[in-house]
């Protein structure tokens, strides 16, 4: 066997053991990572990828209308970032849909409204008011 060969190989299975373990101290924070199917996660995970590769380089648009901000200008800067990040990391992730691992876990990606209400980040979720 070749030597240019064997190490594609090794790191190949490296790479596949790496991202297929799951690690049971690592948080998965994705929507789709919550799902209990095989089925119900890898058809997330290429949902997800694909709003997150095509659609991420509106990242700064909807960053700039986060009330985390002190103005829309600091939003959009910070959204420029977070267009590079979610575009290839929605790549990454529509290319290895049929692994159901959250790599790269990216969150909630791109911020766009979903109308599933459990998909919801737990920043957008409505507390009880105390009294």
């Given at each position: ?75 959009f800067s910070a959204g ?40 919801k980040p737990v920043g ?8």
């Amino acid at each position: 066997m070749n030597t240019a060969v064997r190490k594609f190989v090794v790191l190949s299975v490296s790479f596949f053991l790496c991202v297929s373990i799951p690690l049971s101290f690592v948080h998965a924070a994705s929507p789709w990572a919550k799902e209990s199917t095989y089925g119900a996660k890898t058809k997330g995970k290429l949902a997800f990828g694909l709003k997150n590769s095509l659609l991420g380089w509106m990242t700064p648009w909807a960053e700039s209308g986060e009330a985390k901000y002190e103005t829309e200008w600091v939003g959009f800067s910070a959204g420029i970032g977070g267009m590079v990040v979610n575009t290839v990391a929605g790549v990454v992730q529509l290319g290895t849909f049929f692994i159901p691992v959250d790599f790269p876990d990216v969150g909630y990606g791109l911020r766009i409204p979903d109308p599933n209400p459990k998909n919801k980040p737990v920043g957008f979720a409505k507390s009880a008011k105390k009294s």
